[in-house]
């Protein structure tokens, strides 16, 4: 697939976020990536042999104060080869996408792996 195609993809999911999240985000980039670069594996801790479908970088909106400065935008990185590697077709890459972000827009709000993984579990 094309980046633009894929860009496409995760814009869709980006609208797909309810309203009353979406307005709440402030001060986050999310950005494609081909492939997570060692450093960001690092960070995510991620086993040898496994990859990253996406990452949050920053200060969870749970972690912020009134009296925090500026600060460069918080970042979700999502990752386009594991995607598409992991996708059983069209329909399901778009579905694996929206996921994705919506599991790394659920870190800016705070909520660590654990949490992330049972909100996803009682959301489907």
């Not at 999240?21 to 801790?45: D, M, S, T, Y």
């Not at 040898?48 to 009296?67: D, H, I, K, M, Q």
């Amino acid at each position: 697939m094309q980046a633009a195609e894929f860009d496409r993809l995760v814009a869709a999911a980006c609208e797909r976020i309810p309203a009353r999240f979406r307005k709440r985000l402030k001060n986050v980039a999310i950005i494609v990536e081909a492939e997570p670069h060692p450093a960001q594996l690092a960070r995510g801790r991620v086993p040898r042999g496994e990859t990253l479908l996406g990452l949050y970088e920053g200060r969870p909106l749970t972690a912020r104060s009134v009296f925090d400065g500026f600060a460069m935008p918080d970042r979700i990185t999502i990752f386009q080869g594991p995607h598409e590697r992991m996708a059983r077709g069209p329909e399901h890459l778009a579905r694996l996408v929206q996921e994705t972000v919506w599991h790394e827009v659920a870190h800016y709000f705070g909520l660590n792996e654990r949490e992330v993984r049972a909100a996803e579990r009682r959301r489907r």
